[in-house]
């Protein structure tokens, strides 16, 4: 299994999710720097499951630190974040388990492994292994911050509903990112949101689930950061953003917009204000031949509806090999996507802290010396 990401700082996931714990050995975190416990605590509330749009398993997540801690300031050596599993219910998976969920990884992962894999809540592969990727995202989303570095990341369509887009105007862009940011639900145009979130309402109700569209806003980083070709901050992005569960697709800038363009239409013309270099339109997100260009970076996730539906669906007993008819028991989202975003932005910003040290080096955000 390949389960570190990154370089310099780098982050170690394990555990399953109906095991006794699951966590995260974050490497290479700067020495001296005292955890913002409220900002971290904020970041674990948003991916909790909340009402009825989110699944009904009750987890604590508290997150314990087992190293690299030692009078509330980081020491440099490893830093392993332990969260410890309480509300299982493995009974659920006992008489699917040799059945494959329709888009979930049951059934790869059984060719993978051999069937020795943990199926229950989907082991290893199951959205709860995001929980300590907030934790080591909580850490990154500080050290970006205190370099005035800012992530945003909201619901830009949720099924059908679409909210309005991040601002062109930097300062007023920079606004919606810490309103969204103290959002549970994060949503730029207020008045969708209880569209939203009775739509998401009404697919649980039709034993059904829906997906979406994420957009990451990400501001305040210097230009010159990324690598040409291989490592770009692009590639970096996407590598990072793929691991989580149920995203199937990340678009930079306009995207898949610029295939039905003239070049004139969307280049980003540069200019001089106040001595700055910037561009005038931002339609390549902020990053040009893999390296930023100090506009915003910006990108758009597509989340994928919950595969473990109620509803009535054909499947196979790999054991057998017969074909079944599956009806999925237990406790699951009806949406991912409210969850995801902030899994996105922790995501981002480990991926953007990584570049940032191998370019500066990590005494660049070491704590002041004693
Ligand atoms: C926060 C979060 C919660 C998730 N909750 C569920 C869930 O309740 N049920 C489910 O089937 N999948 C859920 N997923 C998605 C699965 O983890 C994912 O579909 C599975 O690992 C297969 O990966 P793939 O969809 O990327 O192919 C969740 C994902 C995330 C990020
Ligand atoms: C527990 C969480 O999400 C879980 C993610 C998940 C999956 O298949 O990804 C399936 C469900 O697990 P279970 O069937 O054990 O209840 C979700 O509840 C969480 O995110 O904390």
């Known amino acids: 299994m390949k389960n570190t990401i990154g370089n310099l700082f780098r982050v170690t996931l394990f555990g399953e999710s109906h095991g006794e714990a699951i966590g995260v050995v974050l490497d290479g975190v700067p020495a001296g720097i005292e955890i913002d416990k409220e900002l971290f605590d904020h970041q674990m509330f948003l991916r909790k499951p909340k009402g009825t749009i989110s699944t009904q398993r009750r987890e604590k997540d508290e997150v314990n630190f087992v190293s690299g801690l030692f009078e509330d300031k980081t020491t440099g050596a490893p830093c392993c974040m332990l969260i410890y599993n309480g509300d299982q219910h493995s009974q659920d998976y006992l008489k ?85 940011n103290q959002k549970e639900f994060s949503i730029i145009n207020e008045d969708k949101k209880e569209d939203m979130i009775q739509r998401i309402d009404e697919a649980r109700m039709s034993l059904d689930a829906v997906g979406g569209v994420l957009e990451t806003c990400v501001i305040g980083m210097p230009a010159g950061i990324g690598e040409p070709a291989f490592d770009s901050i692009e590639s970096r992005l996407s590598h990072a953003i793929f691991s989580i569960g149920a995203v199937k697709g990340i678009e930079f800038g306009l995207g898949f917009g610029f295939k039905d363009k003239m070049s004139s239409e969307v280049n980003d013309e540069f200019e001089v204000i106040d001595g700055n270099i910037v561009t005038k339109t931002n339609n390549n997100g902020g990053i040009n031949g893999g390296i930023s260009n100090g506009m915003p970076i910006l990108f758009k996730t597509v989340v994928k509806p919950t595969s473990s539906i109620a509803k009535h669906q054909k499947s196979v007993n790999f054991n057998t090999k017969e074909n079944v008819d599956l009806e999925i028991k237990g406790r699951h989202d009806p949406a991912i996507i409210h969850r995801a975003r902030v899994v996105v932005d922790s995501m981002a910003a480990i991926t953007l802290v990584d570049c940032l040290m191998e370019r500066y080096g990590m005494v660049w955000f070491q704590g002041e010396k004693k």
């Open 96 to 180: 699917i388990k040799d059945v494959a969920r329709p888009s979930h990884a049951d059934y790869a992962a059984n060719v993978k492994y051999g069937g020795f894999q943990d199926y229950r809540g989907g082991g290893h592969f199951s959205g709860r292994l995001t929980a300590p990727l907030v934790a080591a995202g909580a850490i990154a989303i500080q050290i970006l911050k205190e370099k005035g570095i800012t992530i945003g990341t909201h619901v830009k369509q949720l099924h059908t509903i679409v909210d309005d887009s991040f601002s062109t105007e930097i300062e007023e862009c920079k606004k919606q990112i810490e309103e969204i």
